[in-house]
């Protein structure tokens, strides 16, 4: 299991991590996480040829058994060597509730690798300054807390940072969390990845930091997120440009959910036709839009998911998100057919399970 805060580059590692183990012959599975269903994570994964399972409507903590349950149904149809596991990205807790669990009730089944956890420096450098980052004290919390519980902590995007941005953070990280192991790495680029697939194969006395937690903080942190996951299938007579659209939905959520107050967690947005995809993305409300999988698809019929985590109202949210993408379809003639969509706060983290103690 991988951890980090939302927008930290967990599906970007995860996916580089899949080619690595298949690359040494070793078969892989996934299994991805969201407070709702339609996550783009698992439709990006998928479309890159990887066997995923998804756990939706809570976190792992809170379904653990379906977690189990998942890596049950991916072990009789992929029989694989090596799971992998994306938490939500704003939980936390999870060596007390997923990680010992799992060593204690599966023991027999399956070994439970080294629990690393990524580092994202848009937000994360602001909370180690004590700094305002766009979040309350309470989400940013949620972010110290992730930290903690790490057998590794693992800053990533160090190709979007100059060597002196990415010396201050390891500084920060080595003063707050002394004795941890740093891990330096891109993971779009795969510099610093082979510390990572390195502490990965390693056992031992792992996954064993139990947090002293306040649920009622963590409970609040979460809830002060809107949560949105929304499929809209799009159809024009002439061809358009796929990640033209797809950037532009990104740059233009940008702008109006930051004149609204809101501040991005993460924002992504996919692209899905028959013969290709395309992915958007935004990880905070300083940064710029990206496209981090480009189609380079020329298409008439999509469909397109968003799924967006921004700290303001879900009902706005959702509205200024049909409000951008029915824009960005008048300028190229294209006929939005708006599906699912699921618009909410996290609820209190109940957990199946919570282990006082190490086993």
Known sequence: MLGGFLGAGKTTTLARLA???GDQGQKVGIVTNDQAQDLVDTHSLRAQ???VQEVPGACFCCKFNDLVGQMAQLATDEHPDIILAEPVGSCTDLVATVVQPMKDLYRERFQVAPYAVLFKPSHGLKILRNEGSGFSPKAAYIFRKQLEEADA???NRIDEMSSEQVSEIAALVEKEYPGVPIIRMSAKTGSG???LAELLSQDGAFGAKILDIDYDIYAEGEAELGWLNMSVHLQS???FAMDDLLLEVVRELSGRLAADGGEVAHLKVIGLSEASFGVANLV???TSAELSLASKAEVREVDLIVNARVAMDPTLLEAEVRKIVASSCEKRTITPT?????SLRPGRPTPT???ASGV
């Open 153 to 155: 902590i693992v800053i």
């Open 284 to 286: 905070s409300s300083t």
């Open 19 to 21: 080619r690595h183990f």
């Open 49 to 51: 040829g990887f066997a």
């Open 237 to 239: 007579e002439s061809a």
């Open 353 to 355: 399970h919570r282990y």
């Open 193 to 195: 990845f082979a510390a």
């Open 338 to 342: 708006f599906r699912d969509s699921q």
